[in-house]
């Protein structure tokens, strides 16, 4: 992964951009399938992803392809995946959270409103400011949609979806909708039955040690989690916010140093540029542990929800599978309807089989995935945060000597 | 025993050009000694001969003196003992007088109580009836006698030092009697802001010798000022005068004869508003600062509590191990909450209310005006009113028109006189404001020193922060390489 310099500008789409796709998930791309997202566009409402393909697989008709998503049709081929009984027993990749520009449109808008206020420096300044930071999101969302298409390529059985290959390669709007009032309430309600329901399910003890050991291992892991992620969003806000600070007493400095060009004013235009650069190190040591821990954090958070939700579709097929047990026995002992239990029992008893063996593996690749991903966001934050504080170090230095060397 | 962050005003020892002594260096300031140490600063005082409005300085300094405190100016002092000051030598017609405000004491129960604090004072003024003594004050006191100045000097014209404000919020902490180092701050900050205060005004040669601030200094009990409740009458009236003296400016607007005047209040507001601003920054950061430290022990936990919980034991070992990076972070950012300009955000506080006086006396001088032309006006009035009468033949009304227009003339007289007093000592005011160091604005030479030295100090501690930052993410990075 590339270092970036101290002085990055905005370079979009450079190399830089590729390594957040394998920040979260360690894959194996291989030639017969690889996507990834090649452009994007935000326009006033949405964000709109260019889809890139290249593969050699035969069901597409050719090599290589683009085509433009939105948001919402990420969110169609998630639920597509998670509503197919067939994947009931994989790991569903997270859906990539919705691009949230809300934040720093209303910044940019409080900026627009006050910019009578304020010198036309200061002004520039916030402008590049927020800039920056609408870029930042933007590119942090591409990368997570991103490596939700790669996980899904990555997956032996999901790759050869037929709707994978559909989002993939019809060039023309999917007519997904997002879901009206009604739908969303309807999700609202299934999701409450659902977390009931998990709860039943969560307390049938499992004969599988394996499973019964996951059960609650992901439970609290979860959990940890997402304190995790909650307290290290609110640590990175509060570096942020000082130094959104700094930079105010920069600029203000600046401009108490050009009131005219005394000594006094000179050593204010000195201290000013100091804590400029001061705030552009503490700026970049913030937006670092975002990338490299608080995504990380978010995305895991994400992750193990997804393998509590395997947990649940067997759990749940294991309950049903009991239950078409003692249908079975009931209909034996009463000598009623014995063919149809039967049926009934063999299909529990097969579904339930298949989500097991599956289930199996992949927890135990999530584990993988899980264990190589910290690894290597924990060594890019520590070499990222040491780079930093010795460039700090650096940059003191100088300043020191720059200001004990004018008495 | 609260802890002591002594906050030192550092004044600078004018010199003389006549003075046989080299130029004085600075003597280094301490703004944080430890715990237990208070730091005095000898204020030199002009002499009492000349024309009090004088902005000459008759400091003068021996290299004893100096030596004084150069060397130690840093006294251990017990708690009990906090009136130590040093041995002041008297030269020729200098007079000098050191103050300080220390011991804050918690007297009194719950909503009623209140702080009061030790303000002792050593001299050689023949004024006062004791070299050294000292009363207890409280808050309300300190009010008072400004609101007591205010009244009779701003009249004259003169820059009276503002105090510090009140804060209902902070004085109810400490009322219901939470210890908590919040608490423990605040107060520590009033008694530092009322210490500094006092310095000023009584660095002001006017007003040293005003029978209102010896009585402060020296009488035992004071009468309860009263004015100073927070939302007491007086509170609201001040709030009615300050809008009818907008919308007075509205009505009359002054046709100014002095450029200078207008040129120098632009200056003022200009410099106000800035510093205003860099304060509400400077406070920000030191807020956002305390808050990413509370926030990074949070988190620390959490990870902790990750890490326990995480199967793969090269991991657990290494989140547990970021964990304690984290922790060492915080308490390093804890440190840094405290240099990051606390004394910068005291310091420009203080600035930004002087500069607000500055403007008040401005204003004074507009009403000074403003009375002056309306004595003129009625004065015409009055005369227009005796050319009726004599047109009328009304003789027995004459005599009163007649006794009403030598009335108004002396009070036309009188404003006038009035007016140019206020606009030369103002004059004066704002010259002395600007050359003395303790009282002039951040854009003085001086000053600038001081800001240097505490910049360099908060950039010494920056650079031993990151070292230890280095160290630690050293350690940190083989146990997240042998993540397996």
């Known amino acids: 992964m590339m270092q970036e310099g101290l002085d990055d500008g905005p370079d979009f789409l450079s190399e830089e951009d590729r390594g957040p796709r394998a920040v979260n998930v360690d894959l194996q791309t291989d030639a017969t399938l690889q996507v990834d997202i090649s452009d994007a566009l935000s326009e006033r409402d949405k964000v709109k992803f260019t889809v890139h393909t290249k593969s050699t697989l035969p069901n597409f008709k050719q090599n290589e392809f683009s085509v433009v998503r939105q948001h919402e049709e990420f969110i169609w081929l998630h639920d597509s995946f998670v509503e197919n009984e067939d994947y009931a027993g994989f790991i569903i990749p997270p859906a990539p959270p919705r691009p949230d520009f809300d934040a720093s449109r209303e910044k940019l808008q409080k900026l627009g409103e006050g910019e009578g206020s ?290 | 025993m609260l802890n002591l962050l002594v906050i030192v005003m550092h004044t600078h020892l004018q010199n003389k050009p006549f003075t046989p002594t080299p130029p004085e260096t600075d003597p280094p300031t301490d703004i944080f000694s430890e715990e237990g140490y208070t730091v005095q600063t000898p204020i030199k005082h002009p002499s009492l001969h000349t024309n009090i409005l004088e902005p000459k300085f008759n400091g003068i300094q021996s290299d004893e003196e100096l030596d004084l405190f150069a060397g130690k100016h840093i006294q251990p002092t017990n708690h009990t003992n906090s009136g130590a000051l040093l041995e002041e030598e008297e030269h020729g017609d200098t007079f000098e007088l050191n103050i300080a405000v220390t011991n804050p004491e918690k007297m009194g129960d719950g909503m009623n109580a209140f702080m009061t604090y030790k303000v002792s004072t050593q001299t050689s003024l023949p004024a006062f009836r004791s070299k050294t003594f000292s009363v207890r004050r409280r808050f309300s006191d300190f009010l008072g006698l400004y609101e007591k100045l205010l009244v009779k000097q701003s009249l004259m014209g003169c820059i009276i030092p503002p105090p510090p404000q009140k804060s209902v919020v902070g004085m109810t902490k400490v009322k219901v009697g939470k210890e908590d180092p919040s608490s423990a701050d605040f107060v520590e900050k009033r008694r530092a802001a009322l210490e500094r205060y006092l310095q000023r005004v009584v660095v002001h040669p006017a007003l040293l010798q005003d029978p209102d601030v010896q009585e402060f200094l020296e009488k035992e009990e004071l009468p309860r000022a009263v004015n100073t409740q927070a939302l007491s009458g007086s509170g609201f009236l001040k709030m009615i005068n300050k809008a009818s003296d907008a919308v007075n400016k509205m009505t009359i607007k002054m046709n100014e004869s002095d450029n200078w005047f207008e040129s120098k209040l632009q200056e003022v507001e200009n410099e106000e508003q800035l510093l205003r601003r860099l304060h509400a920054s400077f406070d920000s950061l030191v807020n956002h600062r305390k808050e990413l430290c509370s926030s990074t022990a949070m988190f620390a936990k959490s990870v902790a509590m990750l890490g326990s919980s995480e199967e793969n034991s090269a991991l657990s070992r290494a989140l547990s191990q970021l964990a304690e990076v984290e922790d060492k972070l915080e308490q390093l950012q804890q440190e840094q909450a405290f240099s990051d300009f606390f004394i910068f955000t005291e310091l420009l506080a203080d600035y930004v209310r002087l500069l607000g006086a500055v403007r008040g006396c401005f204003e004074q001088r507009v009403k000074a005006w403003q009375r002056w032309q309306e004595a003129q006006s009625t004065l015409q009035k009055k005369r227009e009113a005796e050319a009726k009468l004599l047109w009328a033949n009304k003789p027995d009304k004459l005599q009163q028109a007649k006794d009403d227009i030598t009335e108004w003339e002396a009070k036309v007289g009188q404003s006038e006189r009035d007016f140019e007093r206020i606009s030369s000592t103002l004059r004066k005011e704002v010259h002395r404001f600007e050359v003395r160091p303790e009282t002039s604005n951040l854009l003085h030479k001086e000053k600038c020193r001081d800001f240097r030295h505490h910049i360099v100090k908060y950039l010494e501690s920056l650079h031993r922060t990151q070292h230890r930052l280095v160290k630690c993410w050293e350690t940190f990075l083989p146990e997240a390489k042998a993540i397996v």
Not at chain 1, 128 to 152: D, G, S
Request: glycine share 2%; with cysteine.
């Open chain 1, 118 to 407: 304020m010198t036309k420096e200061e002004f520039t300044k916030m402008k590049q400011e927020l800039e920056a930071e609408y870029l930042a999101i933007f590119k942090k969302t591409v990368a997570m949609h991103e490596v939700f298409l790669c996980r899904v390529a990555a997956h032996p059985v999901l790759r050869k979806d037929l709707n994978f290959h559909v989002f993939l390669e019809y060039n023309q709007d999917l007519s997904v909708r997002g879901k009206n009032k009604k739908e969303k309430l309807e999700d609202f309600f299934k999701n409450v039955v659902k977390s009931a329901d998990g709860v039943i399910v969560a307390g049938v003890k499992d004969v599988d040690d394996f499973f019964e050991h996951e059960k609650t291992f992901l439970l609290e892991y979860h959990n940890r989690v997402k304190d995790a992620s909650i307290k290290s969003d609110r640590m990175i806000r509060s570096h942020k916010s000082a130094a959104d600070d700094i930079n105010r007493i920069a600029s203000t400095l600046y401009t108490l140093g050009t009131q005219d060009s005394t000594d006094v004013c000179k050593f204010f235009l000195k201290v000013s540029e100091l804590f400029e650069k001061t705030r552009k190190i503490e700026a970049r040591v913030a937006a670092d542990e975002d990338l490299k821990l608080a995504d990380l954090l978010k995305y895991y958070l994400r992750e193990s929800q997804a393998a509590k939700d395997l947990l649940y579709r067997r759990g749940r097929a294991l309950v049903d599978y009991e239950n078409a047990n003692k249908a079975l026995d009931k209909a034996r002992a009463k000598n009623k309807d014995v063919l149809q239990a039967e049926t009934t029992q063999q299909v529990c008893c097969q579904k339930f089989e298949k989500i097991s063996e599956s289930a199996k593996q992949e927890l135990i690749d999530f584990k993988t995935r899980r264990v190589a991903a910290f690894r290597k966001n924990l060594v890019e934050l520590a070499e990222l945060e040491l780079k930093h504080a010795k460039g700090n170090l650096q940059l003191l230095q100088s300043c020191l000597a720059v200001l004990k060397g004018d008495t």
